[in-house]
């Protein structure tokens, strides 16, 4: 399974932006996505998550009602719309994929994931 994240880039405090999680392989709609980030100098941390099924999502706190997660399966891609975008928000943000992933416990374990895309960087600055 290869995963390919995309959409970051520069942005004004306040400001949205999409990233996408494109996947190609075998059996990619039976996969959970979860979007990880890191920013300078700090650990990599949990932001949302998404069940395969797509019925069940989770969020950091710190992104609750301002970001949503959501997939499309006919496209084989997750989304990740960030609204309200603060300086906080500035990392590499990462793709990440679990086979049969349901759980919370599934979607922040960054360890249990089987595959990770290349990071793609927000920057929120005025």
């Known amino acids: 399974v290869q995963l390919q994240a995309s959409g970051g880039g520069l942005v004004q405090p306040g400001g949205s932006l999409r990233l996408s999680c494109a996947a190609s392989?075998?059996?990619?709609?039976?996969?959970?996505r979860s979007w990880f980030r890191q920013a300078p100098g700090k650990e990599r941390e949990f932001v949302a998550g998404?069940?395969?099924?797509?019925?069940?999502?989770y969020y950091a706190d710190s992104v609750k009602g301002r970001f949503t997660i959501s997939r499309d399966s006919a496209k084989n891609t997750a989304y990740l719309e960030m609204n309200s975008l603060n300086p906080e928000d500035t990392a590499v943000y990462y793709c990440?994929?679990?086979?049969?992933?349901?759980?919370?416990?599934?979607?922040?374990?960054?360890?249990?994931?089987?595959?990770w895309g290349k990071g793609t960087l927000v920057t929120v600055s005025s």
């Open positions: 392989g075998p059996d990619v709609s039976f996969y959970s």
């Open positions: 998404i069940s395969w099924s797509g019925q069940d999502v």
């Open positions: 990440a994929a679990k086979k049969y992933g349901v759980y919370y416990y599934e979607a922040v374990d960054a360890d249990g994931m089987q595959y």
